[in-house]
């Protein structure tokens, strides 16, 4: 298995219709960790991934009528952070009472904005994903922009505490309330690595699954067996990055080797406001 390639693209702030793709659709809910949730090999997910439903991370739907492998369980195929899983349709149709849910909503043809902004105004507001309830947003806040629908952009309040909402921005305002994000600046508060430093990190993970799938090629080989290769996996494509060794009963034979991964890694992040945190097994990436 190879590791997901683990990139986040920070885009100049273009006219926004510059940047407009085709319309699509996307799932929003309060406690998406209530679900039942299959991922893309139609198992359930592991604890590792349930971690990833975070309330009212948007998730894009690819098909709203899927179907598993099983020829007769309906459900929802969606992706997020590069990521595909199959939610079970009933779910979402009865969950807000079934599953206590609480505030479900199937945003319709909104269309992708997919960058990252700093805002340079005090007076922008964000409203709540269910627009009950808003605040004021503070200069200098990095907001990731997801989608447009209706004037109303989706967007992520990056930091030590995530939160997701809606912004009103029109084009007129562009450049006013806030500016792009390059690359190559680094802000405090900014709670995304930089290009260059994931593909450093990402050479890590790539250099650790190659020497994993050489000793046991050598294994299988000299001891006629069919072992299934681990391999280390991205979970998570923000803040806090996680990954994983997969399968996870080869997380404690290789505690040790995981240490010294977290090790080389963390020498890239020198210098920088992220820490790294290792268990046997797992690797995650955060704020200091």
């Excluded at 004037?151 to 505490?161: A, D, E, P, W």
């Excluded at 994931?198 to 080989?221: C, G, P, T, V, W």
């Amino acid at each position: 298995m190879v590791i997901v390639p683990v990139l986040i693209l920070i885009l100049f702030a273009a006219p926004l219709h510059a940047r407009l793709q085709a319309s699509t659709n996307y799932l929003l809910v309060e406690h998406p960790e209530r679900l039942v949730v299959y991922n893309r090999y139609q198992q359930h997910i592991t604890p590792e991934e349930q971690k990833l439903f975070m309330p009212f991370i948007p998730m894009k739907i690819l098909d709203a009528s899927a179907m598993l492998n099983d020829g007769f369980t309906s459900c929802m195929k969606i992706e997020f952070q590069a990521r595909i899983f199959y939610l079970l349709k009933d779910d979402i149709l009865e969950g807000a009472g079934k599953r206590a849910l609480g505030f479900v909503r199937i945003v319709k043809n909104a269309v992708e904005v997919n960058d990252t902004v700093r805002l340079v105004s005090t007076k922008l507001m964000m409203f709540s994903p269910d627009k009950k309830k808003h605040h004021l947003l503070q200069s200098g806040k990095i907001l990731v922009r997801y989608f447009c629908q209706r004037k109303q952009i989706f967007v992520k309040l990056t930091g030590q505490r995530t939160e997701y909402g809606w912004i009103n921005v029109s084009e007129k305002k562009n450049g006013k309330e806030y500016i792009a994000l390059r690359p190559d600046q680094n802000h405090e508060e900014d709670a995304l690595l930089s290009e260059g430093m994931q593909k450093r990190i990402q050479s890590k993970f790539i250099e650790a699954n190659k020497a994993l799938k050489d000793l046991f090629a050598y294994f299988n080989h000299e001891a006629k067996a069919q072992k299934i290769v681990p391999q280390w996996r991205a979970i998570s494509l923000e803040c806090p990055y996680m990954y994983a060794l997969e399968p996870e009963d080869y997380a404690g034979q290789f505690a040790e080797s995981t240490n010294y991964l977290a090790s080389d890694i963390d020498n890239i992040l020198l210098g920088t406001n992220f820490t790294v945190v290792s268990h046997p097994g797992k690797i995650e990436i955060n704020l200091k």
